[in-house]
């Protein structure tokens, strides 16, 4: 689960971004009671965050970007690793002091971690006095009501339909231009690392009306770009039928399941001016069908993030991926020949799996270099209470072979995306203007459809235009290019 407000799953040794909070930005200047949020982890948790905000707004809250003068401070949590989930610890402690000189200030903790720990963390952290796991989030107006009687408000039901489909989401931090749209929530995969499937629990996919819906009224506002967001977009069914024995849902006159490939097209339909993108695609699940409705449709960017996790089958079956490294390598085959070489491909690797040989890791480096990826995310392996592996296998690689490991594929993977973004020097490409450069005040950036970074200088446009620009020049991370 990965990019957007970008690439917030990071490289752990090299930016540990995961534990960098977004924060609100933007003050909203109505008299109400004043909502401070912060947002750890994956794409799915800034998603729910903006679920969270269109609740409470419900409820009378306006967002502040200083936790100072705010009534109600919500942490929405990541617990993928050991390390997400000390930056939470230290960042409670933090609000203590918040806490100390205005009592009546109220803590919660959202998301991952409080899925994971439940009731403990009341008792770990006094200062915490709500609890709500990602299924809950309705649940918020009145457990904050049982915190101002001076309780602690706990809810960490896992539901199998809870998708929040007619709640809009206010949007937090947005450029205006791109926007996440989730179309499913939980995981039914069991990768042995894992913790999603116990923090978010069984796969549901929402009502495909409302994600269209959700993405007219985006592009009408002025979006020109969507991410569909799942642990694992691929499997994404929708019947109508299933969900409540009414007639089928009528699609081109034969009665229909929705699958993800179908999705794809009624979002892509919405307006050929409206990117798509989505993430996080599944290599045993994703289908030749998805590849062929990427091609049909311009608007649909041609990238696709596949996390690979290892390059080796032993490996990749004690992280019980349920595919092999041959079958990883024919999805590759099929992208390259369906999409053509210039389709961005990345991936999520992790290094020092527990019993993971030098040759195994070797593996992976091969596979990096099989595939050329575009970029992607790197972790050492990190136990997870509760996970598969950690009941039944021993961390057993040490801490220096397990940095040693992730600073090989760490480089491979700096000479990867140089070597890649080297073969678009001279190219042309649709960009989509996301705004300023963080760099220049003269520059503008967007991204091509193959999601990498295009910086040029401002003659003059604006976010949300799409324009084309020649690639002149590249680093390892960044396309510069003039339009034309
Ligand atoms: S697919 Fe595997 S790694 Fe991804 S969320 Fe599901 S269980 Fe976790």
Redesign the pocket.
Known sequence: ?ANLIANIDLVEEVKVEENCAIRVSKETDAAGKKLYIESYGCQMNFSDSEIVTSILAGEGYTTTSSFENADLILLNTCSIREKAEHTIRNRLGHFNGVKKKRPEVTIGVLGCMAERLKSKLLEEEKMVDLVVGPDAYRDLPSLIKITEEGEKGINTFLSREETYADISPVRLNSNGVTAFISIMRG?D???SF?V??FTRGRERSRDPQSIIREATELFENGYREVTLLG??VDSYKWSEEEENNKARLERNGDSEIINFAALLELVANVDPNLRVRFS?S?PKDITDEVLYTMKKHENICNYIHL?AQSGNSRVLEMMNRTYDREWYVNRVDAIRNILGEDCGISSDMIAGFCTESEEEHRDTLSLMDYVQYDFSYMFVYSERPGTLAAKKYKDDTSPDVKKRRLQEIINKQQELSMIRNKRDVGKIFKVLIEGRSKKSVDQLQGRNSANKVVIFNDNGYEKGQYINAKITDCTSATLLGEVV
Do not use: R
Request: aromatic content about 0%; some cysteine; overall charge neutral.
């Open positions: 689960m995981c995969n069991m990768c894992c999603v499937p642990q694992n996080t599944h996390p």
